[in-house]
């Protein structure tokens, strides 16, 4: 089993997710939970200057929906169907459009 580690705030928004999947999996991860208060100094040493970012084994993987998709290929969440899997993609993808809308909202 690789070493997981997922980096975001202390918070949800586009962290819950993954953590989710990480728990619904049940696959052993740690986290680093940044505080907004560190953010502006870490942005400076964050590649993309974004979180969340997940480290496998000391890789590098940023996006959301990256991760968020790897992640339930290992929990076995993905069908192996191309088509029910690019239908759960397209779920996912229509949560996060309704979740930013949300944010404009708010
Ligand atoms: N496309 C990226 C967007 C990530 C993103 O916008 N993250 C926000 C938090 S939800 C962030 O890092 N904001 C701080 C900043 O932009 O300085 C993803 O899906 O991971």
């Known amino acids: 089993m690789p070493e997981y580690k997922l980096t975001y705030f202390n918070g949800r928004g586009m962290g819950e997710l993954i953590r989710w ?3 619904y999996g049940k696959i052993p991860f740690t986290q680093e939970r940044v505080e907004l208060s560190e953010w502006p100094e870490r942005k400076k ?6 979180l969340p970012t997940l480290e496998v084994d000391g890789e ?5 929906s990256a991760i968020g998709r790897y992640l339930a290929t290992k929990a076995g969440l993905v069908p192996q169907c191309s088509w029910r899997a690019a239908q759960c993609d397209a779920l996912v ?3 996060k459009d309704v979740l ?4 404009d909202i708010v």
């Open 21 to 23: 999947i990480f728990l």
């Open 60 to 64: 590098l993987l940023l996006q959301s």
């Open 45 to 50: 040493a964050t590649l993309g200057g974004k």
């Open 93 to 95: 993808d229509t949560f």
């Open 100 to 103: 930013f809308a949300l944010f």
